[in-house]
C-alpha cells in the first residue's frame, strides 16, 4: 500500500489513453487514492486502536483486495475513481494497523519504526518494475487484480491476530489518549512527498507520453531512483543527528529535480544523475522525518497515522498544484512544437511535391493527437525509393523529432522546477524542528 | 567538522554541480527553435530546378505577408493550407479576406523583389509579374503562395524564348 502511487504511476499514460480521459482526469487515479489515505490514516489508527489492530488490519486488507477487484474491473474513469477511493479506505486500515501490530512482532517499538519504514522504501523500489513490467505486458488492470491475492495472503496470518483479541479483549485496556503531532516535522515529510510525487509522476510522464518510451522500459529507467534509496538508506545510520540527515535529503531531492528541470537533451541517460540524488534524497529526508515524528511519541500507531496522513497528503498537494501547470505547459510547448516543426519542413531540401505529401500527413497526426506530444515516424513511412530523397526524408524526420524532444522535454521544466522549489521549502519546517518541537 | 555538516554540505555541492553541469550543457535553452522573424531578410538557397525556385519563391511571399500581418511565417503556411485552417486564422487573429488579400499580395511582391535581388528572377521578367500581382484576386494569390510553379512556368513559357534578345535590346 505504501508503494501503491509509485506501481499506479506507471499504468496512468496506459489508462489515459484506453479511458480517453486527458491527463489532470488520470491523475486523479493517484489523487483519490492518496486524499483519501490522507484523511482516513488517523481515523484509521484510532479505530484500529480501538478494535484492536488485527482486527482492523484483516478488515482493511479485505477492503483493499475487494476494491483491487473493481479497480480492475472498471470500465470507466469515474469507476475506477470510485473504488481506489475505497481501497484507500482498506489501505489506511491496514498500514495503521501494520505499525500498532509490528513491535509484537519485532520487539519494539524503536525497532518496528525502522522495519515500517523500511517496508515503505522496499515497495517503493519495486513498485515502478512491478508497475512497468504489468502494464506491458499484460494490462493496466493487472496492477489491481494482482494486488488482491496479495492483500489476501497478507490478511490470513493477521486473521490469527484478529481471533486472539476478540478471545482475549486486551485492547480496550490499550487504548491511551494521543499526543499532539509533531507539526515541523509532518509539515517537512508533506512538502517533501509533493516534491517526490512530482519528481516520480512527471518523470514517468515525461518518459512514456514524451518520449516515448515502453511502459518497462520507463519502468527500467525510473528504477534508479529506489536503487539509489537503497545506497541512501545506508548512508543513513552513519549520521545520528536526523535534522542533518533530513536537510541534506530535502537539498538533494531538489537539487535533482532542478537537474529534471533543466535537462540539456532528451536522452535517457541524462535522467540519471538527478534520479541518483533524488534516490539518495528521499531515503535520507523520509526516514529522518518519520523517526522525528513518532521519536518520544505515543501511541506509535495514531503517530504514525499523522505520518502517513502528512506524506499523501503531500502527494496530493503536489499533483494537483503542478498537473495544472504542467497541462498548460505541454499544449504550450506543443504549439510551439509545431511552429518549430512547420519551419523545419519549410526549409528541408526535400523535393517540394513529396514534402507536401509528407506535411499533411504530420499535420493529420498533429491535428489528431490534441493535448499529447504526437508520434510522427508514421507521417514518414515508407520512405521514398530514391536514395538522395531517402536521405532528405530521414533528415527531415530527425529534426521534426528533435524540435518535438525539445518540447515535450520543456513542457516539464517548470513542473520540475517547482517541484525543486517545495522541496527547498522543506528545509524551513526542518529548521524549526529542532528549536520548536512541538 | 561533524559527519551532519559534512553531509549537508556534500548534498549542497552535489545539487549545485548537477545543476551547473546541466546549466553548461545548455539546459537552460533546450526548447523548440524559435520562429525567426518573417520581417528579417531570408537566405536564398540556389534553386537547381523550376520547382525548387517556385518554392523559394513560395516561402519568400510567406515572410512578406506574415511580416505585414504580424505573425510568423509558419503560423500563416498552416493558415493558408485549407480554406478551414484560413477561417480558423481569420477568427482567431481578427483578420478579414481584405486584409488578407493586402497582405498576400504584399508578400508576392516581396517574392518577385527577392528573386529579383538574387538573381532568380530578370528586370523583365520581375516588372510585368509585379504588375500582374498587384490586382491578383485573393483566392489565386494563394494559390500561387502555395504552388508558385504555375505562375513561373508561364512567365517563363512566355518570355522564355525571346528573354535574350528583349534584354539585349532594352538594354
Known amino acids: 500500500m505504501l508503494a501503491d502511487s509509485s506501481i499506479v504511476v506507471l499504468a496512468l499514460p496506459e489508462i489515459y489513453r484506453e479511458l ?41 486488507l479485505a477492503v483493499f483486495a475487494g476494491a483491487g477487484l473493481a479497480c480492475g474491473a472498471a470500465e470507466q474513469l469515474s469507476t475506477l475513481i470510485a473504488a481506489r477511493c475505497v481501497q484507500a479506505l482498506g489501505g489506511a486500515a491496514a498500514v495503521t494497523a501494520a505499525l500498532e501490530l509490528l513491535p509484537a512482532t519485532v520487539g519494539s517499538e524503536r525497532r518496528a519504526t525502522v522495519v515500517w519504514a523500511g517496508a515503505g522504501a522496499t515497495g517503493a523500489a519495486l513498485g515502478p518494475a512491478v508497475g512497468g513490467i504489468l502494464t506491458e505486458l499484460v494490462s493496466w488492470q493487472s496492477i489491481f487484480l494482482v494486488q488482491v491475492p496479495v492483500a489476501l495472503a497478507a490478511a ?60 518497462i522500459g520507463a519502468a527500467l529507467v525510473v528504477t534508479a531512483m529506489p536503487l539509489a534509496a537503497i545506497l541512501g538508506s545506508r548512508l543513513g545510520p552513519h549520521v545520528p543527528d536526523a535534522r542533518a540527515r533530513a536537510a541534506a535529503g530535502a537539498i538533494l531531492v ?33 526516514s529522518a522525518l518519520t523517526e522525528t515524528a513518532l521519536s518520544g511519541r505515543a501511541p506509535q500507531a495514531i503517530h504514525g497515522g499523522w505520518t ?74 515508407p520512405l521514398p525509393d530514391d536514395p538522395e530523397d531517402r536521405a532528405d526524408v530521414e533528415q527531415l524526420r530527425d529534426e521534426l523529432q528533435e524540435q518535438l524532444n525539445r518540447g515535450a522535454t520543456h513542457a516539464f521544466s517548470p513542473s520540475f522546477g517547482l517541484g525543486a522549489l517545495i522541496g527547498l521549502l522543506a528545509l524551513i519546517p526542518i529548521g524549526l524542528a529542532r528549536r520548536l518541537d512541538l | 567538522m561533524t559527519r551532519g555538516r559534512l553531509l549537508v554540505g556534500g548534498s549542497v555541492a552535489a545539487a549545485l554541480v548537477l545543476v551547473g553541469v546541466y546549466l553548461l550543457a545548455g539546459g537552460a535553452s533546450y526548447e523548440p527553435q524559435k520562429a525567426q522573424d518573417p520581417c528579417e531578410p531570408r537566405e536564398w538557397r540556389d534553386p537547381g530546378s523550376l520547382q525548387q525556385l517556385a518554392e523559394q519563391f513560395s516561402l519568400s511571399a510567406l515572410d512578406g505577408a506574415a511580416c ?57 521578367l520581375a516588372g510585368p509579374l509585379r504588375s500582374t500581382l498587384e490586382e491578383i484576386p485573393l483566392d489565386q494569390a494563394i494559390a500561387l503562395i502555395n504552388d508558385a510553379s504555375a505562375l513561373l512556368e508561364n512567365v517563363e513559357g512566355f518570355f522564355g524564348p525571346a528573354q535574350g534578345v528583349i534584354e539585349r535590346f532594352f538594354g
Open chain 1, 20 to 60: 480517453d480521459t486527458s491527463v489532470a482526469g488520470v491523475t486523479w487515479v493517484l489523487v483519490s487514492f492518496n486524499l483519501v489515505m490522507a484523511l482516513a490514516a488517523v481515523p484509521a489508527a484510532l479505530l484500529a486502536r480501538r478494535v484492536g489492530p488485527g482486527r482492523a488490519a484483516a478488515v482493511g
Open chain 1, 156 to 215: 490470513v496470518p493477521i486473521l490469527a491476530v484478529a481471533r486472539h483479541e476478540m478471545a482475549t479483549r486486551v485492547i480496550e485496556q490499550e487504548v491511551r489518549p494521543a499526543g499532539r503531532p509533531h507539526l515541523w516535522a509532518n509539515l517537512a515529510l508533506a512538502m517533501v512527498s509533493a516534491a517526490i510525487a512530482a519528481a516520480l509522476f512527471l518523470l514517468v510522464l515525461l518518459l512514456i507520453e514524451g518520449w516515448r518510451l515502453s511502459p
Open chain 1, 308 to 381: 502517513i496522513s502528512a506524506r499523501h497528503a503531500g502527494v496530493v498537494i503536489g499533483l494537483l498544484a503542478l498537473t495544472p501547470i504542467f497541462t498548460a505547459d505541454i499544449e504550450d510547448q506543443r504549439a510551439e512544437a509545431i511552429e518549430a516543426g512547420t519551419a523545419v519542413i519549410l526549409d528541408s531540401p526535400v523535393e517540394p511535391l513529396l514534402k507536401l505529401g509528407l506535411a499533411r500527413r504530420i499535420a493529420e497526426r498533429l491535428e489528431g493527437e490534441t493535448g499529447r506530444v504526437p508520434t510522427i515516424g508514421p507521417a514518414f513511412r
Open chain 2, 68 to 124: 505585414q500581418l504580424g505573425v510568423s511565417r509558419e503560423t500563416l503556411a498552416r493558415a493558408l493550407a485549407t480554406p478551414e485552417a484560413r477561417e480558423r486564422f481569420g477568427r482567431r487573429y481578427g483578420i478579414d479576406d481584405e486584409k488578407l488579400a493586402r497582405a498576400v499580395r504584399a508578400g508576392l511582391l516581396r517574392a518577385v523583389d527577392d528573386a529579383e535581388a538574387a538573381g532568380a528572377l530578370t528586370p523583365l
Open chain 1, 254 to 286: 531538489s537539487g535533482g529535480l532542478a537537474g529534471l528541470a533543466l535537462l540539456p537533451k532528451a536522452e535517457v541517460a541524462l535522467t540519471l544523475p538527478p534520479q541518483l540524488l533524488i534516490g539518495v534524497g528521499l531515503s535520507l529526508v523520509l
